[in-house]
């Protein structure tokens, strides 16, 4: 082999082991770093997972706000679930006639929403024959039941706001349909013109009361210690989507404008009157986290239709058709 040939192969040489000593520096630590960023995210879902209350725990603090004993209740289901920022339990379950489903806070056990159907009630009126009869109590009556069943106090009772207050038909049923509002809950009833009876409700804890996703972890222990003493142990789907929690709503604000305000708003914008038109809806609504006035009303033959936000007034969405 001549001396050229030689130093070639050498050359060749050098640089395969300088190769190999750079793969080597450098694969270990690239190895090692994809190492504790999975450990880390592994933590990071496990401390979310024992965060949560857990399905069981949840049915609990829904029995317990709906007074019904555990052993009473049939058709029991619990979900877990997400929507508009909050991480919940759907949960759902019928005792002596009537059908709950609450959405119970994933983190503290709060109650998001509550709606209660009172379908044996509904079923007896029925049969009773009295569904075509002339209304017994006022419309003013059935909103001091409404209230009265909500426990407000005097000074939130005196802030409540009205979004719909009108006689109906549900089912065959005459009723009194009732939605309004104070700075923490939304309310909707359905009481019976002719008995008083309460025939269905729901209320709802507005993004001004409730704090979103930013809600005190260390606060789950101690609710779930006042119920069952026991959270169950919740599936990987949950605490993935946990530690992913971190859309926030309207809570920094906690005053609306007025049903008034928006429609006086869409009239404007369709430059138009109260006198010319014939409202089929205003309502407070929440859409995308935010709370809305839905508005629908007639002119003519024409339909409008808006979304007004319920702090800014600003219209999100307008249609004509």
Not at 171 to 182: A, C, I, K, N, P
């Amino acid at each position: 082999m001549t001396n050229k040939t030689w130093n070639h192969f050498n050359l060749r040489k050098t640089a395969v082991i300088t190769l190999t000593c750079l793969l080597g520096a450098f694969f270990p630590s690239g190895t090692s770093a994809l190492a504790a960023e999975t450990e880390a995210a592994t933590e990071a879902e496990t401390s979310a997972a024992e965060s949560v209350i857990g399905a069981e725990t949840a049915k609990n603090f829904a029995f317990a706000d709906a007074g019904v004993d555990p052993v009473a209740a049939e058709y029991v289901s619990a979900k877990y679930d997400y929507d508009d920022g909050e991480f919940f339990y759907d949960v759902e379950f019928t005792a002596e006639g009537t059908e709950y489903e609450y959405h119970v806070q994933a983190y503290d056990g709060s109650i998001l929403r509550k709606s209660v159907d009172y379908e044996a009630l509904k079923i007896s009126l029925l049969s009773s024959g009295t569904a075509e009869s002339t209304a017994s109590i006022s419309l003013e009556e059935a909103k001091e039941i409404a209230l009265a069943d909500t426990l407000l106090t005097e000074d939130e009772i005196a802030s409540v706001i009205y979004t719909r207050e009108k006689e109906d038909y549900d089912d065959g049923l005459s009723v009194y349909d009732l939605e309004f509002y104070t700075d923490e809950k939304q309310y909707e009833y359905e009481i019976s013109t002719l008995s008083g009876d309460i025939l269905s409700l729901s209320e709802e804890l507005l993004p001004a009361a409730d704090s979103g996703s930013q809600r005190k972890d260390t606060s789950a222990a101690d609710a779930a210690e006042s119920t069952s003493g026991t959270a169950s142990n919740t599936e990987n789907s949950e605490s993935v989507g946990n530690s992913q929690a971190s859309q926030s709503t309207q809570d920094s604000q906690s005053t609306y404008i007025s049903v008034d305000e928006a429609k006086a708003i869409a009239l404007t914008k369709a430059g138009l009157s109260s006198e010319d038109v014939t409202f089929k809806k205003a309502k407070l609504d929440r859409e995308d986290g935010i709370m809305v006035y839905e508005i629908e009303f007639y002119q003519g033959k024409t339909e409008y239709e808006f979304e007004i936000n319920a702090v800014t007034g600003e219209i999100r969405e307008f249609e004509v058709d």
